[in-house]
């Protein structure tokens, strides 16, 4: 067998040579999980080359750990940007895409594009606001939706209704919105949204609804929070800032609900219903006091409009007021 000269190459003699006897020239075979079983000298083979791992996208979970991430790859918009947006400021803090953020315009086709990149500049305008309170971070989307827990399943629905039934509200009469309900009804008991309508007194039958001689405006306008993940809209002004400032008064509601009405009672214990540290409507138009009404809700909803923007008047009420709600605004969301 020594002098087998098959043998002496180890069976491969296309690749190996051995003219002494003594070593085979030439080239190994590769390592084989056969051939390294069986003891025969073989050419190690080169592992594949692994690239390392991509750092993952910058997902709640990652940065709550504050690990190392990239930003999700989602476009730009007009408004983008960070930190603590100013007054008339998009303060959009990066994507305005409702996707991301949880929100769903409903009924499909309902909402016009001026007024949903309104709605979404007040959006993402809270959500850069809350990822900027220490604690909380983030990018904007992901802060607005860890504030108001908004899941894939549970998301926040912004809907349009042109004839919203609590979107009435005749601001001479100042009526409930129960009252307004049973005004507002047609001589066949049907809801009406006209203005003016006229309202009718119903007599037990046969008698028919009698016309009085009240009339009231019964036309739906601006918006009504249902809760926390509910908010239905009859109108919203073509004006970006106007608009989105709605957006934000509403979301100021939905916020009170979400922290079960504690925002609204504590700032009433702290300023009852003082609107002087607000900044002020220009020439009458509802821009950053979007309800004027003097009712401990509406002044949250506005206060918290004013928080989103730092919009503050430069008066003894505004000077206490700006500090006090950024140090709530934090101890509230973060449970400091």
Known sequence: MSFNSWLYVYANPINLTDPSGMTPQGSLPPCSPMIMQAGIPCQPTTPPFTPPLPLPYCLPIVVNQGLPCIPLPCPSLPGAGGGTPAPGNGGGGGSQDPVLFGIDFTPEGAWTAIHKNNAMAGVA???????????????????????????????????????????????????TQAIMYEKCKNADGTQGFDDPHTVYEFRPPPKKAKPTSETLNCKPGGAYTHNSH???????????????????????????GRFSGNPVTGLYSAFGTDRSGLCPNENGVLKWQQNTADTQGEVWADTFLAWTFSCYTDSPTGRDLQPWMEDYMAGLITGG
Do not use: Q
């Open 125 to 175: 305008a809270l959500g850069a606001r809350f990822a900027a309170i220490p604690g909380i971070g983030g990018t904007a989307w992901s802060a607005f939706r860890n504030v108001f827990g908004i899941t894939d399943t549970d998301k926040m629905k912004f809907e349009w209704n042109v004839l919203c039934e609590n979107c009435r509200g005749d601001k001479d009469k100042n009526y």
């Open 230 to 256: 509910w908010i239905e809209f009859a109108t919203m002004s073509d004006d970006p800032v106007i608009g989105r400032n709605h957006a934000v008064h509403e979301l100021g509601h939905a916020f009170n």
